[in-house]
């Protein structure tokens, strides 16, 4: 998703720095691949290595979700695109417009399916699941399909 989205609004004056769209996206990725009950079980040995607590893996994937919303605050970067700044820092407004977000995600979608890394994903994302999950880390919404 990241590979996709970094230069895909470039004219609008800026770009998604790689990074910074990775730790943006990992908390909505994780919160997708948690459905299939192997990514579960392995995001739970994470929280364990972590010393994250919780008392099943439902538990432990969501404090390392938080966990790492957590480390974004405190390295300063924004928790979704709608608020991700021409500078890569936190703003009320990005330098990406929802209109042409919404205008650009069905390619952007078809993209990243497309993108080697996502056939190493736990679980492989349909075409809506990926614009689904593209709207997620654009508004900073919860991941519930």
Avoid: W
């Avoid at 994470?46 to 405190?74: F, H, P, Q, S, T």
């Amino acid at each position: 998703m990241a590979h996709k989205t970094g230069a895909a609004f470039a004219d609008f004056g800026a770009h998604i720095i790689h990074g910074a769209a990775n730790a943006m996206y990992l908390p909505k990725v994780i919160a997708f691949n948690a459905k299939n009950p192997e990514a579960k079980q392995r995001y739970g040995v994470i929280a364990d290595i972590m010393n994250l607590g919780g008392n099943n893996d439902d538990e432990k994937v969501a404090l390392l979700i938080a966990a790492l919303r957590k480390m974004n605050d405190d390295l300063n970067i924004p928790h979704c695109i709608k608020n991700y700044g021409a500078d890569s820092y936190p703003c009320e407004q990005g330098f990406v417009p929802e209109n042409v977000f919404l205008e650009r995600l069905p390619e952007i979608a078809k993209n990243a399916i497309g993108d080697a890394c996502t056939g190493s994903n736990p679980r492989i994302p349909t075409q809506k699941e990926m614009e689904e999950l593209l709207k997620c880390c654009y508004y900073d919404t919860e991941v519930n399909f």
